[in-house]
């Protein structure tokens, strides 16, 4: 057995305490745009090695003309929900076998590390108490602009007495759970939306530098260019 399969499995394995209900930061639209960013021209490669034919990744190519990164995003997501029904270290075993297959064994490695770090999943729980701790007294506000009521509020205030930041986090987990239905980028655009009304726009903008996202991510295209 090769020193790069026994990695893979080590990492497959340490994947379980980090997939939640959102399910794997590689998987997220977030974390297959980072790959489409960093897979350059060769990417059709990657994507045949996925299962998409050549006939199809054609077709993405002409719908969208001079936007390498766009193109490389879409057919990772094709592929990605074609196989709703498998488990994501299925899935996540699929995509760094790809990328062995293709030597792109060093952003193989740039993904687990971010991965372990949490840095592809801004909605997970992970990443909502990282808003949470930098939101301050004034995150009933933001909430509120999110959809929450005056008195559920009130309610996770009274629930969870001198705990300020237990009190957002809760807050901000009840407003994306239940919107389950919607993709990560309108939910994100959301928060950042009411970030901006509430004037932190300081806090959005970490959050961007944190997530590398950039603000043409959230248009209706992924990528601009």
Not at 116 to 123: A, H, R, S, T, V
Not at 147 to 154: C, R
Not at 163 to 182: C, G, K, S, V
Request: charged share 30%.
């Amino acid at each position: 057995m090769g020193p790069h399969i026994i990695v893979l499995k080590e990492f497959l394995a340490s994947l379980e305490d980090m997939v939640d209900g959102m399910g794997s930061g590689i998987l997220t639209d977030f974390g297959l745009m980072y790959v489409a960013a960093r897979l350059g021209a060769e990417w059709s490669l990657v994507v045949s090695h996925l299962g998409l034919k050549q006939a199809e990744i054609e077709q993405i190519q002409l719908d969208n003309p001079y936007k390498t990164i766009n193109q490389t995003s879409i057919a990772l997501q094709k592929w990605r929900d074609r196989q709703k029904e498998r488990a994501d270290s299925t899935l996540l075993k699929q995509l760094f076998d790809a990328l062995d297959e293709t030597d792109y064994k060093s952003l193989w490695d740039e993904i687990e590390e971010k991965n372990k770090k949490g840095d592809f999943i801004p909605l997970a729980d992970s990443g909502l108490m990282y808003v949470a701790k930098n939101l301050g007294a004034n995150w009933s506000l933001v909430v509120n602009r999110l959809g929450l009521k005056q008195a559920e509020i009130d309610q996770i205030q009274l629930d969870n007495p001198y705990n300020i930041e237990n009190q957002i986090r809760i807050a901000l987990q009840r407003w994306r759970d239940r919107q389950e239905d919607r993709v990560d980028i309108t939910l994100l655009k959301q928060l950042f939306d009411a970030l901006d009304q509430c004037s932190r726009t300081d806090l959005r903008d970490e959050i961007q530098e944190k997530y590398n996202i950039a603000d043409g991510d959230l248009q209706g295209n992924l990528f601009p260019f």
